[in-house]
């Protein structure tokens, strides 16, 4: 893999032609890394569903993601709580319910996927809208609560 940081000479070249590279070197490029589990097929969208739309049991799941199977969704699930984006939890009813619920890990995620919406919202409007007319994230997202999920990440956790 190549690596990112380059030499006080080469990051002045670089620099003059407006790329950004990263003061520090990387073993392994983190997105590359992130998208080792968020970019396998169906798993935004199963984060999707958990987070905004709070759809936290498996058929519901199976029911919101059109063309997921079951086999998928289980090795999803799977996946994202072994990497510790959502955690299983159990109602003490009878039968018991299996739910999943997002962790700050997963959390962190959710402007992720606002900027996501933002985008597609913007550039894809056409296929995405059925006036075709392009939306901006306060339209698409109202809420109180989103309001807080855009204004407090901002990376500010991550500057820090």
């Not at 990051?11 to 970019?39: A, M, Y």
């Not at 739309?53 to 799941?61: A, D, Q, T």
Request: with cysteine; hydrophobic share 35%; proline share 5%.
């Amino acid at each position: 893999m190549r690596q990112y940081i380059k030499s006080q000479e080469e990051k002045s070249t670089i620099d003059d032609e407006g790329t950004i590279w990263p003061q520090v070197r990387f073993n392994q490029c983190p997105i590359r890394t992130s998208l080792g589990v968020l970019g396998k097929k169906w798993t935004i969208l199963i984060i999707r569903d958990i987070g905004f739309l709070k759809i936290n049991r498996f058929n519901r799941l199976l029911e919101s993601i059109q063309g997921l199977t079951p086999r998928v969704l289980s090795m999803r699930l799977r996946e994202l709580e072994k990497e510790g984006y959502i955690e299983c939890f159990e109602e003490k009813k009878s039968p018991v319910m299996v739910r999943w619920r997002l962790t700050q890990k997963g959390k962190d995620t959710m402007p992720i996927l606002m900027q996501l919406t933002a985008f597609g919202s913007k550039w894809y409007s056409d296929v995405v809208f059925e006036d075709k007319r392009p939306r901006k994230l306060n339209e698409i997202f109202p809420q109180p609560i989103a309001r807080e999920i855009i204004k407090s990440y901002h990376l500010k956790e991550l500057l820090s």
